[in-house]
């Protein structure tokens, strides 16, 4: 399984703003000496040496991850938030004709990106789309009418096909399944197996107890994956303040990983007031609280976009 970010940001997306880009600006000038500009060499090292909330962005467009396969033009799409844009102007992507798209839910930020997502105004291509909701085109479709959109969905010439999924599907020989979690309204998450392999991509969600329950439907889901990608959108202190919004703590994100033995967790959803330099602060936090809590170790990453992970 080939993963890619295109979205990471939740709620909206966020562009980086003038005066975030002149912070780093004035951040780096402030590092450099004599010797870091002597040559190309010299700068080429200076930049590759800078932390990464510096030299780079985590992104702004809002949830889409990607599931590619090596031995098929079909791939798997969560969510249409605005990254799924990008996706769809990426050359990496253009061998693809076949587009299986599970919606977390839909949330704005879930579904604004599907009006710009050029493959699906190709007639060659295949979209289906898949949701435990029913009437999954009316809800695809009411966002695409006047006066919200000029272009209606009719206008996405691509065939569509739409899956109320009431069991796992399977998706170019890979299973798919999905699990409600907590969020307001509702929230999906979804497990890609593949001969073994587990994939869980649980966005929009606020943990509590009953997912640590070691019963028979956790168990099957999430124990033992080899990767989940999880919203971990908060502080500790602001999941308590914002109780019931719907999002979880990177430290309950953490001790939700170690609980069911996951690999590896992937910090997904960021907040959209955070800046690169406190969502990377936010990794750091967390990989202190792993060590000094005496977790299993967990291989952590924090989503941004671009990101690429094979498992």
Known sequence: MNVQFWGVRGSIPTSATPSRIKSKISAIVEQITPEDIESSESRERFL???????????????PCVSVSFDDSRECIVFDCGSGIREMGLAQEMAKMNHYHIFLSHFHWDHIQGLPFFLPGYEDKNKLDFYSPLGGLEGIISGQMTDPYFPVTL?????????????????ICGRSVSAKKMNHPGGSWAYCVNENGKRLIYATDVELTSDDFIKN??????????????????????????KYNWGHSAFSMAVDFAANWNIKHMVMFHHD???DDHKLYGLLQSAKWYIERMSLKEIELTLAVEGLKITI
């Open 216 to 241: 028979e439907e956790n168990i099957s889901f999430f124990q033992n994956a080899d990767l989940i990608i999880i919203d971990s959108q908060y502080t500790l202190g602001e999941a308590i303040e």
């Open 48 to 62: 590759a040496n800078l932390p990464p909330w510096l030299f780079g962005t985590v992104g702004g467009n809002s």
């Open 272 to 274: 959209p007031t955070y």
């Open 154 to 170: 009719d206008a996405m010439t691509a065939a569509k096909t739409y899956h109320y999924m009431e069991k796992e599907f399977k």
